[in-house]
């Protein structure tokens, strides 16, 4: 997990786990979630409010590598690899805290967004340094695409 600069550990529950016995594919998407709370922690503070996030999921695509089960620990790692001028690209491993072993890997799209006008909004320069400040100066060079 090194080439994550944020990590968040998570138990798997009994709620998670499907008829088959294994965790349901839908709590991976909650498992994503708690990195970019994670994130978003790491870039403002304990403190900071996740109902000011700027920004709303777009896309979101997992890859399942192994399965888990109820009483598992696991860890979340999340990174940005992709700054637009209105929107951002992260990527998750999800991986046993046992053994290392992965459990799933995905990746996500977020679009800056104006709640009140109700559409996207660039990207703002205080936002991206954040960013920049966990993942990497690199993700400043000039924006690519949307």
Same mark, same amino acid.
């Given at each position: 997990?090194?080439?994550?600069?944020?990590?968040?550990?998570?138990?798997?529950t009994f709620r998670d786990v499907d008829a088959m016995g294994h965790a349901n594919n839908a709590v991976y998407l909650t498992w994503f979630e708690c990195g970019r709370i994670g994130y978003w922690q790491t870039m403002y503070g304990d403190d900071a409010s996740y109902v000011d996030?700027?920004?709303?999921? !777009?896309?979101?695509?997992?890859?399942?590598?192994?399965?888990?089960? !109820?009483?598992?620990r696991l860890t979340i790692g999340a990174r940005v690899t992709r700054l637009g001028t209105r929107s951002f690209n992260m990527a998750y491993r999800i991986v046993r805290a046992d053994d290392g072993a992965i459990v799933a890997e995905g990746s996500s799209v977020q679009v800056m967004y104006d709640y009140a006008a109700r559409r996207s909004m660039p990207m703002s320069d205080e936002f991206r340094a954040a960013l920049a400040r966990i993942d990497g100066d690199d993700l400043l060079e000039p924006a690519s695409g949307a």
């Open positions: 997990m090194e080439e994550f600069n944020v990590t968040v550990p998570v138990g798997v996030v700027p920004f709303v999921l !777009a896309r979101t695509e997992i890859d399942f590598l192994l399965p888990t089960f !109820a009483g598992q």
